[in-house]
């Protein structure tokens, strides 16, 4: 899957009200560098993305989601 094809995907996936941490992200889209496709959906799309800290398995991870505009 292309960088665009990725981001494209993600940014529907937030969209749909979902959210997306790096590990979620690499097992649905194939992605290694959730940050990137972030950072590009936010200053190429336009578009608002959110982001928490969490604990996953002993480790601290953003988790992404979309904010309604």
Same mark, same amino acid.
């Given at each position: 899957? +292309?960088?665009? +094809? ?9 969209? +749909?009200?979902? +959210? ?50």
């Amino acid at each position: 899957m +292309s960088t665009l +094809s990725q981001r494209l995907a993600i940014g529907k996936y937030l969209k +749909s009200g979902k +959210s997306l941490t790096p590990l979620d992200d690499l097992h649905k889209f194939g992605t290694l560098r959730l940050s990137g496709r972030i950072f590009e959906l936010k200053h190429l799309d336009g578009i608002t993305i959110g982001k928490i800290m969490v604990e996953c398995g002993g480790k601290t991870v953003a988790k992404y989601f979309h904010v309604a505009d």
